[in-house]
């Protein structure tokens, strides 16, 4: 038996949290977490941070392709390259 409801393991359900949290959309609940690079795909949002010991660390510093199980002969796409706005 699982701990997550057969609802919340449907591809609609996923879609629907992943393009609700989309770093380009308004909304009130709106993290801001996903950036879509097409239209069924998402990154992170290279912009996201996480607090480890009072410092803020950018989530890609931290995911390693080793981590990430990863060919260490295999190149991980630029991030940097994605260009998001500026906020005012």
Same mark, same amino acid.
């Given at each position: 038996?699982s701990?997550v409801p ?5 591809? @609609?359900?996923? @879609?629907?949290?992943? /393009?609700? %949290?989309? =770093?380009?959309?308004?909304?009130p609940?709106?993290?801001? +977490?996903? +950036?879509?690079? /097409?239209? =069924?795909?998402y990154?992170? %949002?290279?912009k ?6 009072g410092?803020?660390? %950018?989530?890609y510093?931290?995911?390693?392709a ?5 060919? /260490? %002969?295999? /190149? ?6 994605v260009?998001?706005p500026q906020?005012s």
């Amino acid at each position: 038996m699982s701990a997550v409801p057969k609802r919340r393991k449907k591809r @609609s359900y996923i @879609s629907s949290i992943l /393009s609700k %949290n989309e =770093v380009f959309r308004d909304g009130p609940y709106n993290r801001q +977490l996903f +950036l879509r690079i /097409s239209r =069924v795909k998402y990154i992170i %949002n290279p912009k996201v941070a996480v607090r480890i010991a009072g410092e803020w660390h %950018n989530i890609y510093d931290l995911l390693l392709a080793q981590r990430l199980g990863i060919p /260490s %002969n295999m /190149s991980i796409p630029n991030i940097q390259s994605v260009i998001l706005p500026q906020n005012s």
